[in-house]
Structure formats: structure tokens, C-alpha cells
């Protein structure tokens, strides 16, 4: 087997996140005037942060120290609203479990705060993931490879033992600034033919087959 440590994107990629994130950006723009988004347009602001998620969603024209307060709002309405409508898409535990069973280290990064990586990891895959890394200060956010490069330091495996697994072009991105091997998700907050655009050699439509690919690989 020739991976030992596998990495996983968390919204879109392990959790349907979409209706927290959604009801919590709306909530936000409500409050400070400005018109609501539907979930299939927040959808696509979404693998950036939470910074990019708010930029995109208000108005044109917002003064940054206005876009700054909203950026805060979010945060800490999120926090309070994360686990509300959030749950794994279908066949993740499973999938967890097959490859903890295997040996194989599991890790989390993401761009959400870091406080919602690691309170979801261990609210919905409790004693599943090794290490979580959300978005936190001094460290610059995927595409840039290093949280995925701090986590494969963590576990003193090499690049050619690693394999990353998401959903967007941010981390296909990723994958190929670390210089370690991927597996894009269909299911998760991207179009098929996007995936397909970027070139990718994995992509699977079921956690099924992406454990075949990392387990007989």
C-alpha cells in the first residue's frame, strides 16, 4: 500500500456544510441591510475563506472597515450555528473506518476557522481524525500548500506517501502546490465538468471508490 497519510477538504468534501454556511452569510447580510443570497450562489463563493465568502457576498461598493465588522459577525454567528443543519455526506464515517483500519493517518484542512474545523471534526467523526487545521493567524490559506505541508511534517511521512481529497479547483490547487497526489469528490460544491477541466486523474462519484484508489494503490 502506497499511502499512509490521507487529507481530506471538509466542506464539500466530508460534510455538507452548505445550509449552515448559507442561513449564517444570510443572517449576516440581513443584518447589516443588504439582499440574501440563495444557497446555489453561496455555494460558489465557498473554498476561499471566510473572508472571500463575505467579499463575494455583499454589496459592490462596501467600505472595508463595513466588510471587516460583517467578516466578524459571520465568525461569531457561525460559531454559535455551525452544527445546526451540517451532517457527512453519505459512506464518509465508513470510509474513515476503513482507512483508519488500514493504518493510514487521517487529517483534516480547511479553510474555515479553525475553531468550527476542530469542533466538527470531533462533534461528527469523533476519535476518526488524527489532526484537524483550520484557517488560523501566521498561516496562509490553501491554495498555498502550508497547512498541507505542516501536516505531512506532523506525521514524518514523504510527498509520495500522501494523498489529498477534495472537492474544488482551490484544492486541486493545493494538491499540486504540495506536490502530493489527489482525489477530487463529485459530490461535493463543484460542477463534474469543472473537475474535469482541471485535468485531474481521480474522480470519484462514492467514498466507495475513492477507498479502492487509496487502498490498492
Not at 475563506?49 to 465588522?69: C, N, P, Y
Not at 480547511?110 to 474545523?117: I, L, Q, T
Request: hydrophobic share 35%; aromatic share 10%; net charge negative.
Amino acid at each position: 500500500m502506497k499511502y499512509k497519510l490521507a487529507i481530506f477538504d471538509m466542506d464539500g468534501t466530508i460534510l455538507n456544510t452548505l445550509d449552515d454556511i448559507t442561513d449564517s452569510t444570510n443572517y449576516t447580510l440581513r443584518t447589516y441591510g443588504m439582499p440574501e443570497h440563495p444557497a446555489e450562489i453561496i455555494k460558489s463563493f465557498l473554498g476561499n475563506g471566510t473572508r472571500h465568502l463575505i467579499e463575494k457576498a455583499v454589496v459592490d461598493g462596501t467600505k472595508e472597515s463595513v466588510l471587516e465588522d460583517m467578516i466578524a459577525f459571520y465568525s461569531d454567528y457561525y460559531r454559535d450555528h455551525c452544527k445546526i443543519k451540517t451532517g457527512p455526506y453519505d459512506g464518509i464515517p465508513e470510509l474513515l473506518k476503513r482507512l483508519k483500519k488500514a493504518g493510514i493517518y487521517l487529517a483534516v484542512v480547511s479553510n474555515k476557522p479553525d475553531f468550527a474545523v476542530k469542533s466538527l471534526s470531533d462533534e461528527m467523526f469523533y476519535g476518526l481524525f488524527d489532526l484537524s487545521v483550520g484557517d488560523k493567524p501566521g498561516q496562509r490559506i490553501k491554495p498555498y500548500p502550508d497547512s498541507v505541508n505542516a501536516v505531512i511534517d506532523h506525521f514524518h511521512v514523504s510527498k509520495n506517501e500522501v494523498i489529498y481529497l477534495g472537492d474544488s479547483e482551490v484544492d486541486y490547487q493545493t494538491a499540486e502546490n504540495a506536490g502530493i497526489d489527489r482525489i477530487m469528490v463529485s459530490w461535493g460544491f463543484r460542477s463534474i465538468g469543472l473537475l474535469e477541466s482541471l485535468g485531474a486523474k481521480y474522480i470519484v462519484n462514492t467514498p466507495e471508490e475513492a477507498g479502492n484508489i487509496i487502498l490498492n494503490s
